[in-house]
């Protein structure tokens, strides 16, 4: 299980860095500062969340293996694809009812840190 998340999260980053030097770079004359601002906070939980990938890979290597671990890291890949998708989809488009499903993305993101916090408790 753990590799998985390594990978998973290492393309996350390289995904991450690449959106954001495209906001930085492609969409700054194109978008509004108030769509930029969207667009980058979907490019900085996403980078959070690529680095919590990586944590949950590498506990997941050095503990026993736990269901817990491992809904942490899907959680945190569908926060990932909601959370930000939504944002940079909402950014780009303008179609506001994306940000109806922001939240969705963001309880993936709280449930995956209980739950990673859970199996660290249990493996104490």
Known sequence: MHKIFL???SIAMA???TLG???AH???KTLSE???TIFETGVSYHFYHAIGLLIVGVAARFLPASSLLSWSGWLM???I???SGSLYLLSISGIRWL???TPVGGLCFIASWILFATAIWKSM
């Open 7 to 9: 990978f998973i999260g």
């Open 15 to 17: 995904l991450a860095v």
């Open 21 to 23: 030097a495209f906001g």
């Open 26 to 28: 492609g969409l700054k």
């Open 34 to 36: 108030e769509m930029l």
């Open 77 to 79: 890949v569908a926060g």
């Open 81 to 83: 694809l909601i959370f």
């Open 99 to 101: 940000g109806a499903v």
